[in-house]
């Protein structure tokens, strides 16, 4: 079956360090989304791709970074992670064909100390 | 300005009963999509049910239905027959543009609890 995963599942790191999260989805879907959760805001927007070679910034995109060099995979960087940046973080992917539903990974909870 | 607007930050319901998600939304783009998901206390998203602007009927899943009223901007999510495994956090999302173009937005939640 096809799916979206991302890793770790849980990360604890320090301020001003450099972290990267993982995402990987086998649908084969173009569109490929980082959004954080915090409590009050629901999920805002972080970037976006729409294929390879191809990202966006999203509402919320100070301090982090994307790359999408294949179809499978959009890793979400962090420069320098902040305590502001302490969140769940989910992918998603969908279709670039209208009327479908996007497709999340279980979340990674990042704690930065 | 919002986009998606959820303005109950809780619902209580019992168990056996209907509860109505309040959900109401802002674009200028004649295309675009509403889609509801669940979030359980385990944390993953799930996705209940999708509404096409051009959609002329509401659409349905199981127990699961989107009361969409267009001229209002309203995409409501009636759960009808409540059960104590729908206690979850709600969201409602929008998606707008076309294809290769398109982002999905969000809402803040309903938490909902369902109660014996």
Not at chain 1, 64 to 77: H, M, Q
Request: with cysteine; net charge negative.
């Amino acid at each position: 079956d096809a799916e979206i995963t991302q890793s770790p599942r849980h990360k604890i790191t320090e301020t001003g360090r450099q972290v990267t999260l993982a995402c990987h989805q086998t649908w084969n879907h173009n569109n490929m989304f980082w959004y954080r959760q915090d409590l009050g805001h629901g999920l805002r927007l972080i970037h976006y791709s729409y294929g390879v070679q191809d990202t966006n910034k999203g509402e919320v995109s100070d301090g982090y970074s994307v790359s999408r060099s294949n179809t499978e995979d959009l890793p979400l960087t962090l420069e320098s992670a902040a305590s502001s940046q302490t969140s769940v973080y989910f992918c998603a992917s969908s279709s670039d064909r209208g009327g479908t539903e996007a497709f999340f990974g279980q979340g990674t909870r990042l704690t930065v100390v | 300005a919002q986009k998606i607007t959820q303005t109950q930050p809780g619902m209580f319901v019992q168990e056996k009963e209907a509860v109505t998600l309040d959900c109401t939304y802002d674009t200028s783009d004649p295309s675009y999509g509403l889609f509801w998901y669940k979030q359980p206390s385990s944390g993953e998203m799930i996705f209940l049910i999708y509404q096409g602007s051009y959609d002329q009927q509401n659409a349905t899943e199981g127990r699961y239905s989107l009361n969409f009223q267009k001229a209002r901007k309203s995409a409501n999510l009636v759960i009808s027959a409540s059960q104590l495994g729908d206690s979850a956090m709600y969201f409602c999302a929008m998606r707008e543009g076309h294809g290769n173009t398109d982002k999905l937005i969000f809402g803040t939640g309903t938490r909902l609890q369902v109660f014996p």
